[in-house]
């Protein structure tokens, strides 16, 4: 017996836009941007401003892949 991987009723289309809002808030909100700290990381850029556009790349791609795989 194998078990398939599926993601077909797991979320529905309006629960999942709505755990990547609810995600990017806790995600994007200010106590979460302050773990990072001050510190220069990769050739001087912040750490704190690679995270956000981290956070914000990966939202993207899963809103592309969530919605290409859906329609």
């Keep these: 017996m194998t078990m398939k991987l ?3 009723g797991l979320l529905e289309h309006g629960e ?3 755990l990547l809002f609810v ?3 806790i995600l994007l909100n200010w106590p979460v941007l302050a773990i990072p700290g001050f510190a220069s ?3 001087g850029i912040p750490w704190r401003l690679v995270y956000i556009v981290a956070v914000w790349l990966l939202m ?3 809103a ?3 919605d290409r795989g859906s329609s």
Aim: glycine fraction near 12%.
């Design 16 to 18: 999942f836009w709505l």
């Design 6 to 8: 599926s993601r077909d």
């Design 23 to 25: 995600a990017g808030v």
């Design 64 to 66: 592309y892949f969530f």
């Design 41 to 43: 990381g990769p050739f």
């Design 60 to 62: 993207i791609a899963f």
